[in-house]
């Protein structure tokens, strides 16, 4: 047999169930693992050796049915474990001990996973690249001078380095896919409402969602069955979906109506040659498995990035800090904060009412086709502390802007998207391509995402990075 790690996920739980393997070998061999290579990588801000193991010992004698039981899952540090620290990627936060689960978490468990401990998150989620003052930064395992991306930085670094199989990660604006796209993986955002936030954390805007980042497409989707579910009280529900994704990824997508542009929403933004390059490569890949691959203009225009930005001002204030603690905050927080309480409410509603309203007109375009391509980013991957390297935190933004102009057009409209690993630079830095779907069709998604996956080889070629 391989080497633990070499195992995709779904394979390492079919040895479990075999007991080819049990649940504390693979949790052990993690673990170590994480010890060894994640001071160089940043992955996880904390780790629950003990608790994991005393989890994998019960799956031992008691391992429930289900795709990916006895299998370690690390949880992203914005959500609620019970009884383990969550610091928000915040040192306001340090030494806080959630008391609930967040109802992805106990799905989670109850699917028989093992959580190795918490991935590291810029604070609050808020930017796409993860450094902050309560852990290393994020580090891409492709290079490990350049930045991981963000939110869900530390969860792609994890499973890029091989420190986890797959990952649990959150979409705001794009922080699934960003770091799915700066370390080599295949990350899906979720239709809005398919992944309920309780029982805790609102959904008011509907701009996040939970959702899987893993190396191949099946593991992704056995990952987003798991997760997937709603609780009393969610704002949105998104369209049933009949089945199991995990079936989608075996399920041949027939031929498909593929719309593209590469034009920037954000003003100032260009397309990198090397991502011209990936998006090119993957128009042409699509059309050769007999796709229909139309170029469209972009159906979102600039004049909504403002109010996108009013309302990620907004979304800064959502955790409450004390006055006495402002100071631990760090300064793209604090000025993204100043903003977002200078916000009257009418601002906010009028806002997101503005994004609706384009929403409905871009829908119209989009729904004709059965997936749209973009770039997932507009750069390859920046190097540790580039957005960071600027006079101001105002140019941090701008920065962080037009390298991510193209993820949260669809955290605005709520449609499925993901990002698939198909370019390579000749520095070896991976660049995604981005592929969106119609609300409820993350099924087609899926299938197609598998249909490309096996066209180049499965697990995307065989690449691993060097610390692997």
Same mark, same amino acid.
Request: charged letters at 20%.
């Given at each position: 047999?391989?080497?633990?790690?070499?195992?995709?996920?779904?394979?390492?739980?079919?040895?479990?169930?075999?007991?080819?393997?049990?649940?504390?070998?693979?949790?052990? @061999?993690?673990?170590?693992?994480?010890?060894?290579?994640?001071?160089?990588?940043?992955?996880?801000?904390?780790?629950?050796? =003990?608790?994991?193991?005393?989890?994998?010992?019960?799956?031992?004698?008691?391992?429930?049915?289900?795709?990916?039981?006895?299998?370690?899952?690390? !949880?992203?540090? &914005?959500?609620?474990?019970?009884?383990?620290?969550?610091?928000?990627?915040?040192?306001?936060?340090?030494?806080?001990?959630?008391?609930?689960?967040?109802?992805?978490?106990?799905?989670?468990?109850?699917?028989?996973?093992?959580?190795?401990?918490?991935?590291?998150?810029?604070?609050?989620?808020?930017?796409?690249?993860?450094?902050?003052?309560?852990?290393?930064?994020?580090?891409?395992?492709?290079?490990?001078?350049?930045s991981a991306g963000g939110s869900s930085?530390?969860?792609?670094?994890?499973?890029?380095?091989?420190? %986890?199989?797959?990952? @649990?990660?959150? *979409?705001?604006?794009?922080?699934?896919?960003?770091?799915?796209?700066?370390?080599?993986?295949?990350?899906?955002?979720?239709? +809005?409402?398919?992944?309920?936030?309780?029982?805790?954390?609102?959904? /008011?805007?509907?701009?996040?969602?939970?959702?899987?980042?893993?190396?191949?497409?099946?593991?992704?989707?056995?990952?987003?069955?798991?997760?997937?579910?709603?609780?009393?009280?969610?704002?949105?529900?998104?369209? +049933?979906?009949?089945?199991?994704? &995990?079936?989608?990824?075996?399920?041949?997508?027939?031929?498909?109506?593929?719309?593209?542009?590469?034009?920037?929403?954000?003003?100032?933004?260009?397309?990198?040659?090397? #991502?011209?390059?990936?998006?090119?490569?993957?128009?042409?890949?699509? %059309?050769?498995?007999?796709?229909?691959? !139309?170029?469209?203009?972009?159906?979102?225009?600039?004049?909504? #990035?403002?109010?996108?930005?009013?309302?990620?001002?907004?979304?800064?204030?959502?955790?409450?800090?004390?006055?006495?603690?402002? @100071?631990?905050?760090?300064?793209?927080?604090?000025? /993204?904060?100043?903003?977002?309480?200078?916000?009257?409410?009418?601002?906010?509603?009028?806002?997101?009412?503005?994004?609706?309203?384009?929403?409905?007109?871009?829908?119209?375009?989009?729904?004709?086709? *059965?997936? #749209?391509?973009?770039?997932?980013?507009?750069?390859?991957?920046?190097?540790?502390?580039?957005?960071?390297?600027?006079?101001? !935190? =105002?140019?941090?933004?701008?920065?962080?802007?037009?390298?991510?102009?193209?993820?949260?057009?669809y955290n605005v409209s709520g449609q499925?998207?993901?990002?698939?690993?198909? @370019?390579?630079?000749?520095?070896? $830095?991976?660049?995604? !391509?981005? $592929? %969106?779907?119609?609300?409820?069709?993350?099924?087609? $998604?899926?299938?197609?995402? %598998?249909?490309?996956?096996?066209?180049?080889?499965?697990?995307?070629?065989?690449?691993?990075?060097?610390?692997?």
């Amino acid at each position: 047999m391989p080497e633990l790690h070499e195992l995709s996920a779904l394979e390492q739980a079919r040895a479990v169930r075999d007991r080819e393997i049990s649940p504390v070998e693979l949790t052990r @061999h993690y673990l170590d693992r994480i010890e060894r290579i994640d001071p160089q990588v940043g992955a996880y801000v904390t780790v629950t050796a =003990e608790a994991a193991l005393d989890q994998a010992r019960r799956l031992e004698k008691d391992l429930p049915d289900g795709p990916l039981a006895g299998v370690p899952i690390p !949880v992203k540090d &914005l959500n609620l474990v019970k009884d383990v620290p969550i610091m928000f990627g915040s040192a306001v936060y340090r030494g806080f001990v959630a008391p609930v689960d967040d109802t992805a978490v106990t799905r989670l468990r109850e699917a028989g996973t093992v959580m190795l401990g918490k991935t590291a998150t810029p604070e609050f989620g808020l930017p796409c690249y993860t450094e902050t003052d309560v852990s290393p930064p994020a580090r891409s395992p492709w290079d490990l001078d350049t930045s991981a991306g963000g939110s869900s930085g530390g969860a792609a670094a994890a499973v890029a380095a091989g420190l %986890a199989p797959a990952a @649990h990660g959150s *979409d705001g604006a794009g922080s699934i896919r960003i770091p799915a796209s700066a370390c080599g993986l295949y990350g899906i955002k979720p239709t +809005r409402g398919r992944i309920s936030f309780a029982p805790i954390i609102p959904d /008011l805007a509907g701009m996040s969602t939970n959702g899987p980042i893993a190396r191949t497409v099946a593991d992704a989707a056995a990952l987003l069955d798991v997760m997937a579910h709603n609780e009393p009280g969610d704002l949105y529900l998104a369209p +049933r979906h009949e089945g199991t994704f &995990l079936a989608c990824a075996g399920r041949d997508p027939g031929r498909l109506r593929i719309a593209r542009y590469a034009d920037p929403v954000v003003p100032g933004a260009e397309v990198h040659p090397e #991502v011209r390059a990936a998006y090119e490569e993957a128009a042409k890949t699509l %059309a050769a498995l007999g796709h229909d691959v !139309v170029e469209i203009p972009r159906p979102f225009g600039p004049e909504l #990035v403002p109010q996108f930005v009013t309302l990620w001002y907004t979304f800064a204030c959502m955790h409450p800090v004390a006055d006495e603690q402002r @100071h631990l905050l760090r300064p793209l927080t604090r000025w /993204l904060r100043e903003r977002g309480h200078a916000t009257p409410a009418p601002a906010f509603l009028q806002a997101q009412a503005a994004l609706q309203l384009a929403t409905r007109g871009a829908l119209t375009i989009t729904d004709a086709y *059965d997936a #749209v391509l973009t770039p997932t980013l507009t750069e390859p991957p920046r190097p540790v502390g580039w957005f960071e390297d600027v006079d101001d !935190v =105002e140019e941090t933004f701008e920065r962080m802007k037009r390298f991510a102009a193209f993820p949260a057009i669809y955290n605005v409209s709520g449609q499925p998207a993901v990002n698939l690993p198909l @370019h390579w630079t000749a520095e070896g $830095l991976p660049i995604g !391509v981005m $592929l %969106a779907g119609r609300i409820g069709g993350e099924g087609t $998604l899926i299938s197609l995402s %598998a249909q490309v996956e096996a066209a180049r080889g499965g697990f995307w070629g065989e690449r691993r990075p060097v610390v692997w």
